[in-house]
């Protein structure tokens, strides 16, 4: 998934016939909006990993599934708080010309939002499976899930970019105007 940086064939910048402010305003519109379609689920799963401690099996749990739980909540508030950021960002940068640095900071918080969000999926599924399987099916699905976001969000992007010659996406900064 791109965050704000997306591709752009050398000579799409002509095509597109935009000033660099025109395209900082793009990147940062487009950042946005992936933001919006990952931010509901991350804050859904952080609010149903918050209200397990209440259900009546949590005391069933071992001591590493309740680590492993704290883990996955950990994770799923770092991941809320990270894919939240760049709001907090825009209201402090908010006009005072500083568009580059709002789409550069906010592109490398969502990127770290998509890994402790990942991290929270694995932790969460690997519980899951822990408590209603055991432990040796629960390390199956945590590798299988880890290799999912690895191969699915990481991967294939950087398999496509480099298929065609390019810069792979997403793991450079945005440009400056």
Sequence with gaps: M?????HEEPHERELRNETP??????????????????????QILS????TIPFQARFGELSD???????????LGVLATGLIIAPVSIHRLLFRK???????????????????TLAGCL???????????????????AAAGCLCFFLVVWLGVPLVDARSRGDEPPGL?????P
């Design 2 to 6: 791109a965050t704000g940086t997306p």
């Design 21 to 42: 402010v025109e395209r900082l305003d793009r990147h940062w519109l487009e950042l946005l909006q992936e933001l919006r379609v990952v931010q509901t689920g991350v």
């Design 47 to 50: 609010a149903f990993l918050l």
């Design 64 to 74: 590493e599934q309740r680590l492993l739980y704290l883990v996955a909540v950990s």
């Design 97 to 115: 010309q500083e568009r580059p640095v709002l789409v550069r900071q906010s592109d490398i918080l969502a990127k770290l939002g998509l890994v």
């Design 122 to 140: 694995t932790a969460s599924i690997t519980l899951i499976v822990s408590f209603v399987v055991g432990t040796v099916a629960a390390l199956v």
């Design 172 to 176: 450079t900064p945005p440009e400056e």
